[in-house]
Nanobody, 122 residues
Framework: QVQLVESGGGLVQAGGSLRLSCAAS????????MAWSRQAPGKEREFVAA????????SYADSVKGRFTISRDGAQNTIYLQMNSLKPEDTAVYYC???????????????WGQGTQVTVSS
């Protein structure tokens, strides 16, 4: 079966960095656009970054642009989210997502990971 397994979350001070990983299995990785989304307590889930199947294009939410970088490694069937200059408002559970469509939304995601907690202290 398809699995998306996130790792790399944790507790970090404001201004620090973390790198999240998402290892995919059970699917043809190159067929999927991939994304990271997050959900903070009491808030709706938001997509923070997405990357195309070929890794040619990526997109970011305004709230993370210039601080976060999404990448993918086809040989490892893994995507990454490098998070720099972290802020307390980045605190959330971060989820990996796979979609066959170019535009990744909650309705087009076919597979979700289980999530990894990121906590940024002030």
């Amino acid at each position: 079966q398809v699995q998306l397994v996130e790792s790399g979350g944790g507790l970090v001070q404001a201004g620090g960095s973390l790198r999240l990983s998402c290892a995919a299995s059970g699917l043809t990785f190159s067929n999927y656009n991939m994304a990271w989304s997050r959900q903070a307590p009491g808030k709706e889930r938001e997509f923070v970054a997405a990357i195309s199947r070929s890794a040619v294009s990526s997109s970011y939410a305004d709230s993370v642009k210039g601080r976060f970088t999404i990448s993918r490694d086809g040989a490892q069937n893994t995507i990454y989210l490098q998070m720099n200059s972290l802020k307390p408002e980045d605190t959330a559970v971060y989820y990996c997502a796979a979609s066959r469509t170019a535009v990744v939304t909650t309705t087009t995601v076919r597979y979700w990971g289980q999530g990894t907690q990121v906590t940024v202290s002030s």
